[in-house]
């Protein structure tokens, strides 16, 4: 599943490769993904592409709706722009030069030809350029929403966690009132956003906290360490790009280098970076938790 550091990623990859584009022609494959009416698009030139939360925000000149985009468990935003040279050699032969990005949920669609059968929406600009939204699971969506909706959402959603409104005194308010293990804490989307659980992992090693511990009965130095390791996680994150451990998406240059930096994630049976004692692997709240048993008390 995409994490906030891999959608904070493709939002600015494709700010830097969509602003200034106009919409031609928007093809919606599978109608439950798609709200809105997309016949208002046509012609609009893009502004800004976004994130907030977990969500893709792509805004247009002189239009107040925002098209927002939730890849959700398997989402991914591919743009591809080909650009056709007829080199003027004996055999004509034309080349064709692709500029590809991708991001969220790593596949082979990443490196195929497009469309696919997961290929849930269409979006192509003027200049031939185009836009895919591919879901293989279909969980994810995208909305035409307008400032109402999202002044709605946005009331409802809790600070994301690189945001400045969320402080540690924030966090030790959260830490406070919960009996439930850390680690499941710093997953609720409800209390804090962003830390999915590749990075709870890390933060909690890095902190040497116990994913198993009652929130509540952490001291205020371990709330506190605990904040600057998920910061610094996430901000990791974001820096290497994301993370993908997925093998195509080297090929092209495609995908972020956060899976170089994981201290515990997926590494049950190797040694803990600060320790040497094996990393080890249980289940928590249904997902993979990993830990070291020396340093992480
Ligand atoms: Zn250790």
């Known amino acids: ?43 609009k030139k893009i502004t800004k592409v976004s994130r907030r939360a977990k969500v893709v925000g792509v805004e247009f000149e002189g239009f ?61 600009f003027d200049d031939d350029s185009v836009l895919f939204f591919n879901d293989m699971r279909a969980f994810g969506w995208v909305k035409i929403t307008n400032r109402e909706e999202r002044e709605k959402q946005a009331s409802s959603l809790p600070p994301d966690v690189i945001d400045e409104s969320f402080t540690l005194d924030y966090f030790a308010q959260v830490l406070k009132k919960s009996k439930k293990p850390i680690k499941l804490v710093l997953l609720d989307q409800q209390l804090m956003g962003g830390i999915g659980n590749i990075y709870a992992n890390d933060a909690l090693n890095m902190a040497k906290i116990l994913p198993t511990r009652k929130a509540c009965d952490l001291n205020v130095s371990e709330a506190r360490k605990l904040y600057k390791a998920v910061r610094y996680v996430i901000e990791l ?20 280098t956060y899976q170089n930096h994981f201290l515990t994630y997926k590494r049950d049976g190797e040694p803990c970076n600060n320790c040497g004692e094996k990393i080890l692997k249980v289940k928590l709240g249904g997902r993979g938790t990993f830990y070291c048993p020396n340093c992480q008390v």
């Open 1 to 43: 599943m995409p994490e906030l550091p891999e959608v904070e990623t493709i939002a600015r990859q494709l700010n830097e490769v969509l602003v200034g584009k106009i919409v031609s022609q928007m093809t919606v494959y599978r109608e439950k993904i798609f709200s809105g009416d997309k016949d208002v698009l046509i012609g």
């Open 64 to 124: 107040e709706d925002v098209v927002q985009i939730h890849l959700k468990m398997t989402g991914q935003l591919i743009f591809v722009e080909k650009t056709k040279k007829t080199q003027e050699l004996k055999t004509d032969k034309t080349q064709v030069f692709e500029k590809r990005v991708a991001g969220g949920h790593p596949s082979v669609d990443w490196t195929n030809d497009l469309p696919s059968k997961h290929t849930r929406v269409e979006i192509i």
């Open 237 to 256: 994150g974001i820096k290497c790009g994301g993370a993908s451990a997925a093998n195509y998406v080297d090929t092209k240059g495609l995908g972020g």
